[in-house]
């Protein structure tokens, strides 16, 4: 397995969660990582991505205030805090790797898009009670 995701669960409507996603890729500090979302009967959505030292972020506008990501290269591991969830933040969760290394250290609105990465863990599952 080379993106394990975790942390996901049962909230109420404005609880929080933190999600983690550990990675055993080539290159992991060197790479574009990201969020996505998949709600039932809906197509996967871009929630967040983060640059290879974490200097700069890029969120969608649902999320943009409440999630925040985070990476910690030592650990090879990626993280998405959830805050102030939403019933319609039920979704499963995947973390994702890009294809390749990047080292201009910057994300923009072409990383939104799920062909940039080649990478994908298998998903954790959130929940949002109203």
């Known amino acids: 397995v080379q993106l394990q995701a975790s942390g996901g669960g049962v909230v109420q409507a404005m609880g929080s969660l933190r999600l983690s996603c550990a990675a055993s890729?080539?290159?992991?500090?060197?790479?574009?990582m990201g969020w996505f979302r998949q709600a039932p009967g809906k197509e996967r959505e871009f929630v967040a991505c983060i640059s290879r030292s974490g200097a700069s972020t890029l969120y969608s506008d649902s999320v943009k205030g409440r999630f925040t990501i985070s990476r910690d290269n030592a650990k090879n591991t990626v993280y998405l805090q959830l805050n102030t969830l939403k019933p319609e933040d039920t979704a499963v969760y995947y973390c994702?790797?890009?294809?390749?290394?990047?080292?201009?250290?910057?994300?923009?609105?072409?990383?939104?898009?799920?062909?940039?990465?080649?990478?994908w863990g298998q998903g954790t599952l959130v929940t949002v009670s109203s």
């Open positions: 994702a790797a890009h294809d390749a290394a990047d080292l201009s250290d910057y994300v923009g609105n072409s990383d939104k898009n799920p062909h940039e990465y080649g990478y």
């Open positions: 890729i080539r290159s992991f500090s060197n790479r574009i």
